[in-house]
């Protein structure tokens, strides 16, 4: 059994392997085409990155960059979570709230960056409330469908059992939600990446979306794939790291072969 496990696991890793190898191949393949002074090449862009290290630029955007993503998310998290529950649980709530919850979905996602950088100024405090306004209503939709869903049968149960509402918020509805709460987190983060790139491109002066827009004024083709590269990089740790975590403290009750880990495989 343990072997037929080992097997498995080996196959996956090569097969990530081969996944990550031929998105090189491409990129090389495409840069080999354009020729490298057109469209730099993994080699290239790699040498660009370390020049950017050495001068100090590349931690610096991307730890402001980072530090905005990671605000923005949680106060989007937290306030979509909150409002979701009580929409997918309250008739009055949803009712309260479906106008609010549909204008956040159809305005364009430019609209809020727009509007707080005027109302505001330019400054984090209005990238940050834009992109909250952007992500947070794709949360509340998600865990909205999620509390609709709830085993009404075990809530009876848990009410027959006269537990407290604490007990019953944490013992029968939270375990029911994780999985909903999962899937958006890992939507939320990458939308909060793509949004803080583009507020900063509009109308910050660091970051990783500010550096893209520079070289891309000095048609400077190495830089905007370097940061491009980094981003990717960095979004990816983070969503196997994050997902990885809350995997193992949201489904701990399970057993180990049932935990979804985030790797889709067809045996």
Do not use: C
């Not at 469209?39 to 630029?57: I, S």
């Not at 979509?80 to 549909?102: H, Q």
């Amino acid at each position: 059994m343990r072997t037929g496990r080992r097997i498995a696991a080996g196959k996956d890793v090569w097969l990530a392997i081969v996944s990550v190898l031929s998105i090189a191949a491409v990129w090389m393949l495409v840069s080999h085409v354009l020729s490298p002074a057109v469209f730099p090449g993994p080699k290239e862009t790699l040498q660009f990155l370390w020049q950017e290290w050495q001068r100090g630029r590349l931690w610096r955007h991307v730890s402001v960059t980072m530090e905005r993503v990671l605000l923005s998310f949680a106060i989007s998290m937290t306030a979509g979570v909150i409002a979701g529950i009580l929409m997918g649980t309250l008739r009055w709530a949803e009712r309260l709230g479906s106008a609010w919850l549909l204008t956040g979905l159809s305005i364009p996602r430019v609209v809020p960056i727009v509007v707080a950088y005027i109302l505001i100024g330019l400054n984090d405090t209005a990238a940050v409330v834009a992109i909250v306004l952007v992500v947070a209503p794709s949360v509340v939709t998600q865990i909205q469908e999620g509390a609709r869903a709830l085993d009404q049968k075990l809530i009876q149960m848990a009410h027959a059992f006269r537990l407290s509402r604490w007990a019953l918020l944490r013992h029968v509805v939270a375990p029911q939600l994780f999985p909903y709460i999962a899937g958006t987190a890992r939507s939320a983060m990458s939308l909060a990446w793509k949004m803080v790139v583009f507020a900063e491109l509009v109308g910050r002066s660091s970051g990783v979306g500010y550096q893209i827009s520079f070289f891309f004024q000095m048609f400077d083709m190495r830089g905007i794939l370097a940061y491009g590269l980094v981003m990717v990089v960095i979004l990816a740790a983070i969503d196997r790291l994050m997902m990885r975590a809350w995997d193992w403290y949201a489904f701990r009750w399970r057993s180990r072969q049932a935990v979804w880990t985030g790797q889709v495989g067809v045996s």
